[in-house]
């Protein structure tokens, strides 16, 4: 993998009220990297969800803190949210996640994986690792605007007569 051009790290506790500031860091970075507004929205939300997930289930109610790195590429912004708490089985939460029941409250949802659903469906790619702790990295790629070279511009092919 390419190295970085950046790194930002950010540690925090494992408090709900600190996930606030981790949507603040993620938008300034990602609005410095020239993202589109609903990349930095849907961004906001899919870290937001990760860093709750590690408030919710990491300590078990201990003190605790998460780590939130952001690595800057020319052409993608991976964020990862570290925790050294309770290690979990993702294949198993992703088996149980299931349809979603529109009758079904939010919390149960949640517990059943909605909230990997969420960050799997708003990010380009979602890693997670396990084993000591649990590290989960997510990937936005920049979608710039570029036009393809090898096509024509409008201007190029218009005749002006």
């Known amino acids: 993998m390419d190295q970085s051009k ?9 408090k709900a009220e600190y ?8 938008s300034g970075i990602a609005n410095r990297m020239g993202f589109h507004y609903d990349d930095i929205e849907d961004m906001k939300l ?9 408030v919710d289930h990491a300590y078990s109610g201990r003190e605790g803190q998460i780590a939130v790195s952001f ?3 020319d052409d993608r912004l991976e964020m990862k949210v570290k925790d050294e708490g309770n290690s979990f089985d993702i294949a198993a939460v992703k088996q149980r996640s ?3 029941e529109n009758d079904m409250p939010l919390t149960a949802m949640r517990e059943r994986g909605l909230g990997l ?3 799997e469906t708003l990010m380009d ?3 997670i690792d396990g084993d000591r702790g649990v590290v989960v990295t997510l990937t936005k790629f920049i979608d710039r605007d570029e036009v393809d070279h ?3 511009s409008p201007t190029e092919t218009q005749s002006h007569g």
């Open 6 to 14: 950046e790194l930002v790290e950010l540690t925090i506790p494992a």
């Open 19 to 26: 996930v606030g500031v981790v949507r603040l860091a993620v």
């Open 46 to 54: 899919a870290l937001a969800e990760a860093c709750t997930n590690a």
């Open 71 to 73: 690595f800057v590429h």
């Open 98 to 100: 299931g349809p979603i």
């Open 117 to 119: 659903h969420l960050m």
């Open 125 to 127: 790619r979602v890693d």
């Open 150 to 152: 090898v096509v024509d």
